[in-house]
């Protein structure tokens, strides 16, 4: 068998007739720049977080970024993230000349571990981003007890959490401000990049609004230094076409992951779901021993794997500066060296599924080095 890592093509053909007319709307309109879908889109999905506002934007980065930028993050300021995740969570940070300041991970739920927070917060600390890794959520009440205790912003990384909930709240709606990205293989994906950015605070929208068109207030009067950080309306059309099938899509994953946790279990460490918490498998990781060999000899039988991520963050050459060393972050480093992605999508079959498993389990029942 040869599988697909996630299987794009099979969800498009599942929605191509929904995609094909709204990119053909977008055609016949001519309105390729912000206009009715960008709106709509907004419209809807502030809706499903259960916020006021959403902004498109044109990726998960521009987001992140545009956020910090609304809470006017600058050079000598500190904001608190995970050394365990996509480099995009620090990376904005760094772009703005402020300095990030990482915190350990929890061995469970690969998400930021609250309880380490406080002990790094200091008088430059502006504020938090914890990110929902492989599709849930952080501990947020936690986090922003703490932030709201000690003054700070809670910007949630929600790229890989968009749809999941938090204690019955969904991912993007719970802090002051949450982004997610569209990138194709994300929960909803589109095809091409974009992102959004979501608020409940009419100010920071109106803010995040006119950042990501050069900070104009009104057409070419520039209020701000901002980007060009839309979102294109083609992306928009995509993503309402296939936000109508997202619910569907969750709970397909859901059952994916669990039919998949079945039969891993007694071999491997599988994703852990808080009780309170829903996952939407973003990715379906695994810890493994001996995960090197265990990914090659899946490769090797048609199985493409993943790892997210290889390096923790504090030991990336582009974070040299900020003097971490190994050792430093050891759950981050525990968890990079053990962690392999298994093919994942809602439409992966039972017998792919099923394929999978019998190569992970033959990989330790063999004693395979
Ligand atoms: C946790 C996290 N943050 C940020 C991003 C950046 O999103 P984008 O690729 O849309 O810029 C990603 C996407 O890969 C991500 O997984």
Do not use: W
Request: hydrophobic share 35%; with cysteine; proline share 4%.
């Amino acid at each position: 068998m040869k599988l697909n890592f996630i299987d794009l093509k099979r969800q498009y053909d599942r929605y191509k007739t929904d995609i094909d007319s709204g990119i053909a709307e977008v055609l016949e309109s001519a309105q390729f720049i912000l206009g009715n879908k960008v709106a709509e889109l907004e419209k809807q999905l502030a809706a499903y977080a259960g916020v006021r506002f959403g902004i498109g934007v044109s990726s998960g980065t521009d987001a992140l970024l545009l956020g910090l930028m609304a809470y006017g993050v600058k050079s000598g300021d500190e904001i608190i993230c995970p050394p365990f995740t996509f480099i995009a969570t620090a990376e904005v940070i760094a772009l703005l000349g402020a300095r990030p300041v990482f915190v350990d991970i929890d061995e469970r739920t690969y998400n930021i571990d609250p309880a380490l927070i406080e002990d790094r917060i200091t008088e430059r600390t502006r504020g938090i981003i914890p990110v929902g890794l492989y599709g849930q959520v952080a501990d947020m009440d936690a986090i922003c007890t703490i932030a709201k205790r000690r003054g700070l912003f809670v910007i949630e990384d929600g790229c890989q959490s968009f749809g999941a909930t938090y204690r019955g709240r969904r991912s993007c709606g719970l802090p002051d401000m949450g982004v997610t990205s569209f990138f194709p293989s994300k929960p909803l994906g589109g095809y091409g990049d974009g992102g959004m950015v979501f608020t409940d605070d009419e100010e920071m929208a109106k803010m995040i609004y006119s950042l990501h068109l050069h900070g104009e207030e009104k057409r070419y009067q520039h209020k701000y230094i901002g980007i060009n950080g839309r979102i294109d309306a083609i992306q928009a059309a995509i993503l309402l076409a296939k936000f109508k099938y997202l619910e569907d899509e969750i709970k397909l994953r859901q059952q994916k992951g669990s039919y998949y946790t079945d039969g891993l279990k007694d071999v491997v460490v599988t994703p852990y779901v808080e009780p309170h918490n829903t996952s939407v498998y973003a990715q379906y990781s695994i810890m493994a021993d001996r995960r090197d060999a265990l990914s090659k000899y899946l490769n090797e039988h048609g199985v493409p794997t993943a790892i997210h991520y290889p390096r923790p963050l504090h030991l990336q050459e582009a974070f040299n500066y900020l003097g971490y060393k190994e050792g430093d972050f050891p759950v981050s480093e525990k968890t990079s060296n053990g962690i392999l992605s298994l093919p994942m999508s809602p439409f992966i079959t039972q017998d792919e599924q099923g394929y999978v498993i019998g190569k992970v389990r033959e990989f330790y029942s063999q004693g395979i080095r």
